[in-house]
């Protein structure tokens, strides 16, 4: 965004500043006009979002590893009594997700399954948690660019209109705003519209390990209920 007004510093009238990045950033912060504030939100709602959600899936992620192997392990030698447990005392969607399952089952396959599928939709819709908001701030924040661009035409062409003559120094202002909002708000929306993908792929990925944990509990589970009846 520091070079988006080069464009302008060519026109014949305006002079190159010799500033800063600091002293750049704080011009081009001002030089936004009143659609800073809105694009900055979005910024700092981004981030903030972000690093919660990046934290919170790291976690689940490595929480959901554990569990699986550990109940993997235990039903393997039908110890159905400490899986439950485990699960029980363990908070994680894989967790939550096996314990219902578990916690049913006597109660036959199709129960186990039922259960596993009801809770499987809650921890999906825990897992993304968050994500709209991201997905609204990737629409947003172009949005408030554009807005900008066309505020800062309007500014423009109103100079052009009270001085009745065009120059650069009249229109400069407006086209900068216009510039600026732009840029500001593709910036804010690109690593927003990455991170989103990137949490949506991390949420597909840990609810393919859990259903595959899953299926396999729910087959070991039916091996030992038929070398009971056996």
Request: glycine share 8%; hydrophobic share 50%.
């Amino acid at each position: 965004m520091i070079h988006l007004y080069a464009a302008l510093l060519q026109i014949p009238g305006l002079d190159a500043p010799q500033l800063t990045w600091q002293e750049q950033a704080s011009t081009n912060w001002i030089g936004m006009g009143g659609m800073r504030y809105p694009l900055a939100l979005c910024l700092i709602l981004g981030v903030i979002v972000i690093v919660i959600k990046f934290i919170s899936l790291t976690s689940k992620s490595l929480q959901t590893k554990r569990i699986l192997k550990d109940v993997d392990e235990l039903l393997t030698q039908n110890r159905i009594r400490e899986a439950l447990e485990l699960t029980r005392d363990t908070d994680s969607p894989a967790a939550n997700i096996l314990y219902a399952g578990l916690e049913r089952h006597e109660e036959g396959t199709d129960r186990v399954m039922k259960a596993i599928e009801n809770q499987g939709l809650i921890e999906m819709s825990k897992l993304e948690k968050g994500l709209v908001v991201l997905a609204t701030l990737t629409n947003i924040a172009p949005l408030l660019g554009f807005l900008g661009t066309v505020w800062g035409m309007i500014l423009a062409f109103q100079s052009i209109e009270q001085a009745g003559e065009v120059e650069a120094t009249l229109v400069a202002g407006g086209i900068k705003v216009a510039l600026l909002t732009t840029a500001a708000g593709l910036i804010i929306a690109i690593p927003v519209s990455v991170g989103h993908n990137y949490f949506v792929a991390k949420i597909d990925g840990l609810v393919i390990d859990m259903e595959e944990s899953a299926q396999k509990m729910v087959d070991t589970l039916h091996a030992i209920e038929t070398g009971r009846a056996g």
